[in-house]
């Protein structure tokens, strides 16, 4: 108990000030961005699917927890395999902890074996922002309506050990669940865990 407080405190105060976030219960914020290969992603295009956005920073310790471990990755396959999309955006500016363009980003998938349905790199922050982002990772799952059903962090155990995946309950994958069985998120939010999300000054 005592090492999961101090990892609360540790990541509240790394965590910036809260921005306009995205409200749940609410119509999720509409983008029109490029992934890495170059393809349109848009809310709109997904409307009738389960959505999730995973804010990500490869040199997150707190994102190489559930990288490390196959969390993630595991989480995303699960999801995918159940028709739901993924989009990790990547809203490190140029400089800073996490950033990367196109080919490094391809080459971090190939590395962790990630299954996401896209990558997104917003170096200006404007989807981080939209959103209210403020950790890696900060996930939000919307529903097959287009309204966020979850935000916050993707467990409940906030810590960087990748042992502690073992034993956390996984938000993410409960509100996934409910949504694909038609059911109403029980825990719509949750405070994020992780580092700050790097954006631009």
């Known amino acids: 108990m005592l090492r999961i407080m101090f990892w609360l405190v540790l990541s509240a105060l790394f965590c910036p000030l809260p921005l306009s976030a995205a409200e749940t219960g609410k119509p999720a914020p509409a983008f029109d961005v490029k992934d890495i290969a170059g393809n349109a992603q848009s809310l709109s295009a ?4 389960i959505v999730v956005l995973e804010w990500n920073n490869p040199g997150c310790p707190f994102v190489k927890k559930h990288y490390g471990s196959g969390n993630m990755q595991a ?3 699960y999801a995918t395999g159940h028709g739901v999309i993924w989009l990790t955006i990547n809203s490190g500016a ?3 902890q996490g950033h990367m363009d196109a080919p490094e980003a391809k080459a971090k998938i190939a590395e962790v074996g990630a299954h996401q349905t896209a990558y997104i790199l917003d170096p200006d ?3 981080g922002l939209l959103y209210g982002a403020k950790t890696t990772p900060h996930m939000f799952v919307i529903d097959a309506q287009g309204k966020l059903a979850y935000a916050g962090a993707i467990d409940d155990t906030p810590t960087p050990d990748p042992e502690d995946v073992k ?10 669940d409910a949504l694909l069985a038609g059911k109403r998120v029980a825990v719509a939010q949750t405070k994020p865990y992780g580092c700050s999300v790097k954006y631009k000054d």
Not at 46 to 49: I, T
């Open 46 to 49: 997904y409307k009738g699917k």
């Open 75 to 77: 989480l995303q396959k």
């Open 94 to 96: 140029p400089g800073k």
């Open 125 to 127: 922050g404007a989807l």
């Open 167 to 176: 034993t956390a309950h996984n938000y993410v994958k409960a509100a996934i």
